[in-house]
T-cell receptor, first 110, second 112 residues
Framework: GIQVEQSPPDLILQEGANSTLRCNFS?????LQWFHQNPWGQLINLFY???GTKQNGRLSATTVATERYSLLYISSSQTTDSGVYFC????????????FGKGTKLTVNP | NAGVTQTPKFRVLKTGQSMTLLCAQD?????MYWYRQDPGMGLRLIHY???????AKGEVPDGYNVSRLKKQNFLLGLESAAPSQTSVYFC???????????FGPGTRLTVT
């Protein structure tokens, strides 16, 4: 099956710093989603981004489907950005099910 | 508009006991999913449903059963709990297959 790899596995930042999280996938996909799991465990959908670039406040995401990767940018990070960021893909072939990466754990220190 | 809700939030079971987790959504979504999350493993799909009255197996279905008698509810059952089923269980829903998924708050289950 498709492999979804996220890097780095862990990231520690000072408040105000910028960061880039990467998601590589091994096969063609119909779409890709980014999620944030906060320290209390709640999973929030950040982006639905099969291709191109989207922005939402300090966060933006870019997916280059032909090269099989997606990037999540966090600018001017805040302590509330801490948590685990997951990317998930829907492989081409009609599975209609998401396959999740193992996540990037982000810690933003004040 | 509560989104996706799960009950209970926490549960402790003894080996061999049974229980049912309830997921409810008020967004009129067709698709619903049950995942489990274990440390270092990400989220793994247990079972899913593409509409009322339908269910299908995911990546790790063994030891679990599901039912979708009403469109808004998706139940996950453990007939004979095992310590390996200690995990955090998440329910999610989406308008259609692999559209944006919305997650419930999770249920933390411990099997002793």
């Amino acid at each position: 099956g498709i492999q979804v790899e996220q890097s780095p596995p862990d990231l520690i930042l000072q408040e105000g710093a910028n960061s880039t999280l990467r998601c590589n996938f091994s096969d063609s996909v119909n779409n890709l989603q980014w999620f944030h799991q906060n320290p209390w465990g709640q999973l929030i959908n950040l982006f639905y981004i099969p291709s191109g670039t989207k922005q939402n406040g300090r966060l933006s995401a870019t997916t280059v489907a032909t090269e099989r990767y997606s990037l999540l940018y966090i600018s001017s990070s805040q302590t509330t950005d801490s948590g685990v960021y997951f990317c998930a893909v829907d492989p081409q072939g009609g599975s209609e099910k998401l396959v999740f990466g193992k996540g990037t754990k982000l810690t933003v220190n004040p | 508009n509560a989104g996706v809700t799960q009950t209970p939030k926490f549960r402790v079971l003894k080996t061999g006991q049974s229980m049912t987790l309830l997921c409810a959504q008020d967004m009129n979504h067709e698709y619903m999913y049950w995942y489990r999350q274990d440390p270092g493993m990400g989220l793994r799909l247990i079972h899913y449903s593409v509409g009322e009255g339908t269910t299908a197996k995911g990546e790790v279905p063994d030891g679990y059963n599901v039912s979708r008698l009403k469109k808004q509810n998706f139940l996950l059952g453990l007939e004979s709990a095992a310590p390996s089923q200690t995990s955090v269980y998440f329910c999610a829903s989406s308008y259609a297959g692999a559209y944006e998924q919305y997650f419930g708050p999770g249920t933390r289950l411990t099997v002793t």
